[in-house]
């Protein structure tokens, strides 16, 4: 069984037994007010674990089974497929540790959801294969374009949305997961930019 299923399995299990089940979710949750003791820091982790609804839950789980079942693809071909879920789960904490200094002094405060960790896996496989086509709705996007457009997108939505949703970890997920996959590929990114420099539709 593969890294992306056992994820979305554990994910899809913690989350919907904590739909019913408030102390638990509050438990799990990002929560900066209340970690103000290292005991508290679990939360950087197992708030990916948990999601608002089962609308929240699906988008989530739908886009990790397809860029993730790629991703380690390329991970193998590396011989390194420990490196998808390290990267999973450290991408999670990576995009909520932002969110922790910003509001650690907010006692409302509170975020959850997988998005930033999924963020990391598709900045990860986009890194590998820059020209592949991405669908917005009905529309083929090369993937370097969507990233563009992603990053500028959560940027812009982080400053002056009022949406409540998370657009911070989806930005510094996103961005975690592009230079992780930078650090740990052999060519140190010569192969992304050789794929950059010649297109291919």
């Given at each position: 069984?593969?890294?992306?299923?056992?994820?979305?399995?554990?994910?899809v299990?913690?989350?919907?037994?904590?739909f019913?089940?408030?102390?638990?979710?509050?438990?799990l949750?990002?929560?900066?007010?209340?970690?103000?003791?290292?005991a508290?820091?679990?939360?950087l982790?197992?708030?990916g674990?948990?999601?608002?609804?089962?609308?929240?839950?699906?988008?989530?789980?739908?886009?990790?089974?397809?860029?993730?079942?790629?991703?380690?693809?390329?991970?193998?071909?590396?011989?390194r497929?420990?490196?998808?879920?390290?990267?999973?789960?450290?991408?999670?904490?990576?995009s909520?540790?932002?969110?922790?200094?910003?509001?650690?002094?907010?006692?409302?405060?509170?975020?959850?959801?997988?998005?930033?960790?999924?963020?990391?896996?598709?900045?990860?496989?986009?890194?590998?294969?820059?020209?592949?086509?991405?669908?917005?709705?009905?529309?083929?996007?090369?993937?370097?374009?969507?990233?563009?457009?992603?990053?500028?997108?959560?940027?812009?939505?982080?400053?002056?949305?009022?949406?409540?949703?998370?657009?911070?970890?989806?930005?510094?997920?996103?961005?975690?997961g592009?230079?992780?996959?930078?650090?740990?590929?052999?060519?140190?990114?010569?192969?992304f930019?050789?794929?950059?420099?010649?297109?291919?539709?």
């Amino acid at each position: 069984m593969s890294f992306t299923i056992i994820i979305i399995i554990i994910t899809v299990l913690i989350s919907i037994a904590a739909f019913n089940n408030a102390d638990m979710l509050n438990k799990l949750i990002l929560w900066p007010r209340r970690m103000d003791s290292p005991a508290e820091y679990y939360r950087l982790l197992t708030c990916g674990f948990v999601h608002v609804d089962y609308m929240h839950l699906a988008f989530n789980m739908i886009t990790l089974f397809f860029f993730g079942r790629e991703l380690e693809v390329y991970f193998g071909l590396l011989g390194r497929p420990l490196l998808f879920p390290i990267l999973y789960l450290s991408g999670i904490v990576a995009s909520s540790l932002p969110s922790y200094i910003r509001h650690k002094d907010n006692s409302y405060y509170r975020s959850l959801g997988a998005s930033g960790g999924v963020a990391a896996i598709i900045f990860s496989a986009i890194y590998f294969s820059p020209w592949t086509r991405i669908y917005i709705i009905v529309l083929p996007l090369p993937a370097i374009l969507f990233a563009v457009g992603y990053l500028l997108y959560s940027a812009y939505m982080d400053k002056h949305g009022s949406d409540n949703i998370g657009h911070n970890a989806h930005f510094w997920g996103a961005v975690y997961g592009f230079v992780f996959t930078l650090l740990f590929d052999p060519t140190h990114g010569r192969i992304f930019f050789e794929q950059l420099m010649h297109p291919s539709f």
